[in-house]
Nanobody, 123 residues
Framework: QVQLVESGGGLVQAGGSLRLSCEAS????????MRWYRQAPGSQREFVAS???????KYADSVKGRFTISRDNAKNTVYLQMNSLKAEDTAVYYC?????????????????WGQGTQVTVSS
């Protein structure tokens, strides 16, 4: 099994910064694209950012220029640096990691989600 542990959420004033982390552990053979999503109260979960194994990134228009996604392949960890935070960034943030598990032939894919971390931006 593959587990994801998120950290770094909290309460911050508008204009402030937070850095989220998400570490994957377990029976991991390889990791492909890593993503962040968020879900505000009463809203659907939405895409925030993604990063491929090679480091290519994509961002939602609402966070471009303010958020930066990065990863440490040696640590199986993805980060989300959030700057110039706005009240509308308030949400539960989830990481999503896809890859292949070790110990299976043929390799078995996995699609894991973190438990979510609350980010609250006060205006």
């Amino acid at each position: 099994q593959v587990q994801l542990v998120e950290s770094g959420g909290g309460l911050v004033q508008a204009g402030g910064s937070l850095r989220l982390s998400c570490e994957a552990s377990g029976t991991i053979f390889s990791i492909n694209t890593m993503r962040w999503y968020r879900q505000a109260p009463g809203s659907q979960r939405e895409f925030v950012a993604s990063i491929t194994t090679g480091g290519s990134t994509k961002y939602a228009d609402s966070v471009k220029g303010r958020f930066t996604i990065s990863r440490d392949n040696a640590k199986n960890t993805v980060y989300l640096q959030m700057n110039s935070l706005k009240a509308e960034d308030t949400a539960v943030y989830y990481c999503n990691v896809r890859g292949y598990e070790s110990g299976y032939l043929p390799s078995r894919p996995f699609d894991a989600w973190g438990q979510g971390t609350q980010v609250t931006v006060s205006s």
